[in-house]
C-alpha cells in the first residue's frame, strides 16, 4: 500500500494538505484562516466566532431539503510531541507522513490524525458533489487539547443542527455515547537556590522509552510515568543519604502519561557507588513490574557538572508530595454494564524546574462530577502539605448518555446493515466536546466515532487506513438515513 493509492481518496488528499498546515494547540491562526478561505473559494456559508471555532454550512442535496440538520464536529488543534533526536519546528513544518503496512504514521513525530483525519473526513464531505445529505453544518473547534477552550467558549447560537456526529474517537466499530469530566491541577513550588557542599558529586538520573499514551484512554493499561518512577528512586535514596536536588524535568503534555524525564541530583562522594549499586537494582525490579506493558525501558546514570541545588526543604518535600500522590485508576465504574470502564483516574502529567520554581501539572478525570471533586482535592492537599501553591482550573463536564438517542439507533442500524455485525456503543474515560456541548446544547442528540488509531499524543501515533474507508462509508449512509424534521 502506498500513499498515493489511499482510500478514501478524497480524505487522504485533504489528510495531505492539512498536515501541511501548522496548528498546534493555542495556535491554531494559520489554520482557521485555511478553513476560512477554503468554505469561502467552495462559496459556501462559512463563520468564525470569536474564539476561532470555524463553521462552514452545506446546502440539501435535492429532495433531501426536509431532513434534520447534522453537524459534523472535529478539532482541528493537534498534540505536538517528538523524538528527543528528532529536530522539528510545529511551528513551520509540514508533518512527514509515511505508509507502514496498512498503518500511516509520521517520521519522528505526532502524525495529527487526532483530529486531522475528522477534519478531513468533513472536508471531503463539503468538496463532494456525490453524496446525498439533508442540511450539514461542519465545525471544526480550536484547542480541544489543551482543556477544549474552543468548545468552552463557543458563541451561543453558532451551530443550529439536531443532531451531532463528533469525529473525534480512536476506535473504528465503537460508538461513543458518554464521556469523563476532567480537571487539571497545577502546582507551583517555590524555592531559593543554593551552592551543593563541599564533596558532593552531581549524577543525571533519566528514564526514556515508555509507551506513554493518553491519560485518559490508556491509563487502565498499567503503562509506567516517567515521574512517578524517577520519584520512587529519589525518594528511596533520600531515606538513606542526603540527596540534594537540582532539577527534575519530565512531561509535556497535560493529558498525556510522560515517556521520559530527567533529574539532576548531588550525592556525598563516599557513597555515589552505593548509588549506582541501588539504581541497577531498583531499575532491574522497575522493568519486571512493567515486563508487558513497557518493554523498551531505557534507564541512565552519569555524572553531571556541579550546579546549584534547591533549597533541600522545598526539594524533599517535593518529592514526598510526588511518592505520595494518586496516580492512575481511582475506580472502576459501579454500574454493571460499564463495570468494565475506569469511572475516576489521576495522571501526574509533567514538571518543568526553572530557576526558582517547579510547576507540576497533573489531571484527573470522573464520570461522576462529585468523584472528580474528591479527586482533584486529593491531589490539591497532597501538593499543600508539602508547601506548594495550588490551583485548579475550571475544567470540562461529563456528557451524560441519552437512552433515548434517535441518532444512536441511527447509527447503530446503518452500521450493521453496512457490516453486518453490532457495533459496540460504549462511553469513553477521557473527555469529549460532546460533554460541554451537551450543557449548551441541551436538545442536541450525539454520537461519537471515528477510524482506528493508535499511541495517540506520541511519536508513535498512527492511522489503521482500511478504517478510515469503513467510517467514511458508514457516515455517509447515517447522513443518507436521517430523518425530516
Not at 69 to 77: A, G, K
Not at 335 to 354: H, K, P
Not at 394 to 399: E, K, R, V
Amino acid at each position: 500500500m502506498s500513499k498515493s493509492n489511499l482510500k478514501p481518496q478524497g480524505v487522504f488528499e485533504q489528510f495531505a494538505k492539512i498536515n501541511e498546515i501548522p496548528r498546534p494547540s493555542k495556535r491554531e491562526e494559520k489554520m482557521i484562516e485555511y478553513l476560512k478561505n477554503w468554505g469561502e473559494s467552495h462559496n459556501l456559508e462559512t463563520k468564525v466566532d470569536a474564539t476561532g471555532n470555524v463553521l462552514i454550512k452545506k446546502p440539501a442535496t435535492p429532495g433531501m431539503e426536509n431532513r434534520k440538520t447534522v453537524i459534523l464536529q472535529s478539532h482541528m488543534d493537534m498534540v505536538c510531541d517528538k523524538l528527543v533526536d528528532v529536530d522539528f519546528d510545529f511551528d513551520k513544518d509540514a508533518i512527514q507522513t509515511y505508509v507502514d503496512g496498512e498503518w500511516l504514521t509520521a517520521k519522528g513525530t505526532t502524525l495529527g490524525a487526532d483530529d486531522g483525519i475528522g477534519v478531513a473526513i468533513e472536508l471531503a464531505i463539503l468538496d463532494s458533489n456525490e453524496i446525498e445529505h439533508g442540511p450539514i453544518e461542519c465545525v471544526f473547534t480550536r484547542d480541544e487539547e489543551t482543556q477544549l477552550t474552543g468548545a468552552s467558549g463557543m458563541e451561543a447560537g453558532f451551530m443550529n443542527g439536531d443532531m451531532l456526529i463528533n469525529l473525534d474517537s480512536e476506535d473504528e466499530g465503537q460508538i461513543f455515547v458518554s464521556c469523563a469530566g476532567g480537571r487539571s491541577t497545577m502546582a507551583e513550588f517555590q524555592f531559593e537556590r543554593e551552592e551543593a557542599p563541599d564533596g558532593y558529586f552531581f549524577l543525571q538520573i533519566s528514564v526514556k522509552g515508555l509507551k506513554g499514551g493518553h491519560s485518559g484512554d490508556d491509563i487502565e493499561k498499567k503503562r509506567a510515568n516517567a515521574i512517578k518512577i524517577l520519584a520512587r528512586f529519589i525518594y528511596k535514596e533520600m531515606e538513606k543519604y542526603d540527596v540534594r536536588l537540582s532539577r527534575f524535568d519530565s512531561g509535556k503534555m497535560h493529558n498525556a502519561i510522560p515517556r521520559d524525564g530527567r533529574v539532576t541530583i548531588a550525592i556525598p562522594n563516599e557513597v555515589k557507588e552505593n548509588v549506582r549499586v541501588d539504581w541497577n537494582v531498583f531499575t532491574s525490579e522497575v522493568e519486571e513490574e512493567f515486563h508487558v506493558s513497557d518493554t523498551e525501558m531505557v534507564f541512565n546514570m552519569e555524572s553531571s557538572e556541579r550546579e546549584t541545588v534547591i533549597r533541600k526543604n522545598v526539594a524533599d518535600n517535593f518529592i514526598r508530595a510526588l511518592q505520595a500522590v494518586d496516580n492512575g485508576v481511582f475506580a472502576m465504574c459501579q454500574d454493571e454494564a460499564l463495570a468494565w470502564m475506569v469511572e475516576t483516574s489521576s495522571n501526574i502529567a509533567s514538571i518543568a524546574t526553572s530557576e526558582n520554581k517547579i510547576n507540576v501539572v497533573s489531571s484527573q478525570r470522573s464520570n461522576v462530577m462529585s468523584n472528580l471533586d474528591n479527586q482533584c482535592n486529593t491531589v490539591k492537599a497532597v501538593f499543600e502539605l508539602a508547601g506548594a501553591q495550588v490551583t485548579l482550573n475550571d475544567g470540562y463536564p461529563a456528557w451524560k448518555m441519552n437512552p433515548n438517542s434517535q441518532l444512536t439507533k441511527i447509527v447503530v442500524e446503518t452500521y450493521k446493515q453496512l457490516f453486518g455485525k453490532e457495533p459496540i456503543v460504549k462511553g469513553i474515560h477521557a473527555g469529549l466536546e460532546c460533554g460541554l456541548f451537551s450543557e449548551r446544547y441541551p436538545n442536541l442528540d450525539m454520537v461519537s466515532f471515528g477510524p482506528t488509531l493508535r499511541g495517540v499524543h506520541t511519536p508513535d501515533e498512527r492511522l489503521h487506513i482500511p478504517t478510515v474507508q469503513m467510517v467514511w462509508d458508514h457516515l455517509l449512509k447515517i447522513l443518507k438515513n436521517i430523518p425530516t424534521t
